[in-house]
Structure formats: C-alpha cells, structure tokens
C-alpha cells in the first residue's frame, strides 16, 4: 500500500505548497484523505485515476481540507463516471457538502450523478467497513468552527495509517496512532503553542507513548518550513510517496 501527498500545505499556502489531500492505494483499496481547495489540479498534475478512487474521508469543512469536494464531484459528471463513490465524514457533512456545491456552483447539488454517490457521517470511535477498508475516527480539537473535528485511524491491506488532522495536543491522539506503521501529524508550529494546532515540540512529548513505527510531519508553516534542516523527522513535500 502506498501514500501520496497530493497536497501537504496549511491554508495559507505557506512554502508554496497545496491544500491537504492524500491519496491511498494499493491492490485492494484506493482512498483519499481529505479534499482541499486544490485538490483536483493537484490530483490531475499527478495524473491520479480519479475513476479508481472509491472513498474520500473528510477530517472537518475548512476549505483547506473540503472545498475541493464540488470540482472533483463536477469532473466526475461530466468526465462520466460510473463507479460508486463514498465520501464520509463528521456529523452534519451531507448538508456542508450540499452548502458549499450551491455556494461555488448554483444548483449543482440538485443535478442527480451519473454515478452512485454515498455521503456517510462517521461517529467518533465507532469502526466503520468500506471495503477492505476500515476507518476509526477520533474526536480532535480545532476550534469552534468548521467542525466537528475528526482525526482518522485507518486500517487496510495488513498495515495501519493513522492521520492526527488538525488538532492542538489531545490525549485522543495517542490510541488514535499507537503501534500505526505510519503516522501523518500535524506540526503547524515549530515550538511556540498556538490554540487549535499542534507544534512540533509539543508532539515530540508525546512521541514515546503514541509509539508509531514511523512518523512524518505534514500541515507545516512558514515557522516549521524555515527550520526544515534542523528536523531530524520525516517532511512531508508535495508529490511524495510513501510505502506503508
């Protein structure tokens, strides 16, 4: 199973890099981890099969990690798709994701898809089966809106991807990626602690309970980016892969 970051950047484009989205695949399943703004040139510069992708999980509707939900599901109508698509995510998605297609695309969320779509709400600590693929989502802290907040614990083809999304530091993160081949956090500052994002000294903390085989640190800012040669931790870029 491999992990590419379509896009590992924060909102405000900080070092030039793209809104967040991650795209999982491997023989059996064929995912993505939320859906920023810029996901689907980003997904098309990649020349990702989008047709392949069954399943989109949303962490919460901040447009760095949602907006680009209404371009991707207006390309897959008029490119013809005719696979099913998933997209699940917090309580309350299935109207966000109807808001924002009306507010980008008047009407465009009444136009019936070629395609089946699914819109699923997750419930926090609640596993859910998509195929070979099954999510656990943990409750997050993320401010007041946008939310709620879910972080996401990921399980499929024999390995683990967990994915911390954007929190400050809770407790909820150490069953959320202990014992993960693989954990995405976010490291939005270097050291100074900011509400609702997590820093990297903070996480460092916490590294030996959490106990994940392998870390890499994503959702950066210019305070993080301009000390990348100072971090002995892997460094998300966008465009990279991974080999979980």
């Known amino acids: 199973m491999q992990l590419r970051f379509v896009g590992c950047g924060d909102a405000f484009g900080s070092g030039g890099r793209l809104n967040t989205c991650f795209h999982v695949w491997g023989s059996e399943a064929n995912f993505l981890i939320d859906c920023g ?6 997904l098309k510069r990649l020349e990702i099969d989008l ?42 998605i299935e109207t966000r994701l109807r808001e924002v297609m009306e507010a980008l695309f008047e009407h465009s969320s009444k136009t019936k898809p070629r395609f089946d779509l699914s819109v699923i709400e997750l419930t926090p600590k609640q596993s859910r089966n998509f195929g070979a693929v099954t999510v656990t989502p943990y409750p997050v802290v993320h401010g007041e809106s946008g939310g709620p907040f879910l972080a996401y614990r990921v399980e499929a083809e024999g390995r ?27 490291a939005y500052m270097y050291e100074k602690v900011v509400k609702n994002h997590l820093s990297l000294k903070t996480l460092e903390q916490h590294l030996p309970a959490i ?33 979980v």
């Open 51 to 92: 047709d392949a992708i069954d399943l989109i999980l949303i962490t919460h509707f901040h447009g760095d990690h949602f907006a680009g939900l209404p371009f991707l599901l207006l390309d897959a109508q008029f490119s013809r798709r005719t696979r099913p698509l998933t997209i699940a995510g917090p309580q309350g």
């Open 37 to 42: 703004a810029s996901a689907l040139p980003a």
């Open 211 to 243: 106990g994940a085989k392998r870390l890499v640190l994503t959702h950066m800012s210019d305070d993080v980016l301009s000390r990348l040669r100072a971090i002995q931790h892997l460094t998300a870029e966008d465009g990279m892969v991974l080999v």
């Open 160 to 186: 683990t991807l967990a994915y911390s999304a954007d929190t400050e530091w809770t407790e909820t993160l150490i069953p959320l990626a202990h014992g993960a081949d693989l954990f995405i956090a976010e």
